[in-house]
């Protein structure tokens, strides 16, 4: 375990020695777990019409955060996405906090393609623990002419901004399975893709750089990617031998996958 520990990446090492539970035990304890789960799977080439992902949402730093008990663990994320008559993909993702209160829902469609570029309309439910007029948020958007960005807030109409035609645009719960179709195999240090970013569905983030970061072979074989951008948190982006990505760091919380599901829908 200690030698495990010391073998950390710095771009998830967040090993601070003073969360309790350890990070670093909790954090390679979720790592062995989905490698056990996942040691008899069989992938092939073919696209599967549904997946799922479950991620646990650990926190980088231990001041700050409200908890229920005694788990290092402050909420999930799933991620939902089903192939709509073999030409878009649907994705629901879940996002709960249980140390902010956040509760969030996106809802949005994207292009069979490896940008996964997002199409026309998209939904975003948000709750939070506040218990006052600040308690919910609903924002709607939509794609105009393939360039303008609306959005509605609680009703009120927002300008988003303007795509640039030169990039594709996509959604960070899409990189998900963006970064594997892309990078995969993409190891030189020099390579990088251009995308527009609508972060959360919400803030146009042009120009981000998707590139090639590292390789590790333990605690698990892993290949490392970056996501940086004008305006956008750096986030580091681990993906294993199955193109899966097992690990997403930013600078606040890592995401480690826990249970993964794919199939017919």
């Known amino acids: 375990m200690n030698d495990s520990i010391q073998s950390l990446h710095w771009s998830f090492n967040y090993n601070h020695g003073a969360q309790k539970p350890f990070y670093a035990e909790e954090f390679l304890k979720l790592l062995h777990e989905i490698q056990i789960n996942t040691q008899n799977d069989v992938f092939n080439d073919e696209q599967p019409e549904y997946i799922k992902q479950v991620y646990e949402i650990l926190p980088n730093f231990w001041k700050g955060y409200s908890r229920t008990n005694e788990a290092l663990a402050i909420g999930n994320v799933v991620i939902e996405r089903k192939h709509e008559n073999s030409h878009n993909w649907y994705y629901n993702v879940h996002y709960q906090n249980t140390s902010s209160g956040e509760n969030i829902r996106f809802n949005f469609r994207c292009r069979d393609d490896v940008y996964r570029t997002l199409l026309d309309s998209w939904q975003v439910d948000v709750q939070n623990k506040s218990g006052d007029r600040y308690s919910k948020m609903e924002l709607n958007g939509n794609l105009?002419?393939?360039?303008?960005?609306?959005?509605?807030?609680?009703?009120?109409?927002i300008a988003a901004g303007t795509v640039d035609n030169s990039s594709p645009l996509t959604c960070n719960w899409a990189l998900y399975d963006v970064i594997p179709s892309i990078l995969s195999d993409k190891r030189q240090l020099d390579f990088s893709v251009e995308?527009?970013?609508?972060?959360?569905?919400?803030?146009?983030?042009?120009?981000?750089?998707?590139?090639?970061?590292?390789?590790?072979?333990?605690?698990?074989?892993?290949?490392?990617?970056?996501?940086?951008?004008?305006?956008?948190?750096?986030?580091?982006?681990?993906?294993?031998?199955?193109?899966?990505?097992?690990?997403?760091?930013?600078?606040?919380?890592?995401l480690v996958l826990k249970e993964i599901t794919r199939g017919v829908s």
Request: with cysteine; glycine share 6%; aromatic share 14%.
């Open 195 to 254: 995308i527009a970013l609508l972060d959360d569905l919400e803030h146009l983030r042009q120009k981000c750089n998707l590139g090639y970061l590292d390789s590790i072979r333990e605690p698990l074989p892993l290949d490392g990617y970056f996501l940086y951008g004008e305006g956008l948190l750096p986030s580091y982006w681990w993906v294993d031998t199955n193109k899966t990505v097992v690990i997403v760091s930013t600078v606040f919380e890592t």
């Open 144 to 157: 105009i002419s393939d360039t303008e960005i609306q959005l509605y807030i609680n009703d009120f109409q």
